[in-house]
């Protein structure tokens, strides 16, 4: 098995809050919606999609329930201290709940975090030390 994402799927509790929520909010544009999960437009990264909650956890073989920590955080990559900022501000204004505060990081870089209506969390990041980072924009 190779160190490769085909697609990102995320159960959610309430598919069209969800997707208000990262197209209103955070400028993502759907690419094809089925009713039952909905993909956005990948920019040249790996595909995310979303999944009623309930569906995808009988779909793969578990219970929708779960609370806290997940051990799953989605890293955002950006060239820019002040995109940082930006997308912070962008995910607040549309319902998000700041985790961290964007600033100065302990391994010298930038960033700050956020959870998503449904708690999924973005770790938002910039560092002027790397060469060759995976750059999401």
Known sequence: MKAHVSSILLGVRDLEQSKRFYTEGLG???QQDYGISVFFEADGGSPVGFYGRDGLADQVGTSPEGS?????VLTYVVRSEARVDEIIAEAEKAGATILKPAGALPWGGYGGSFADLD???WS???SAQG????YAE
């Open 124 to 126: 938002l990041a910039y």
């Open 28 to 30: 993502w544009k759907v």
């Open 119 to 121: 708690g999924y969390i």
């Open 68 to 72: 806290g920590f997940s051990g799953l």
């Open 131 to 134: 060469k060759n980072q995976p």
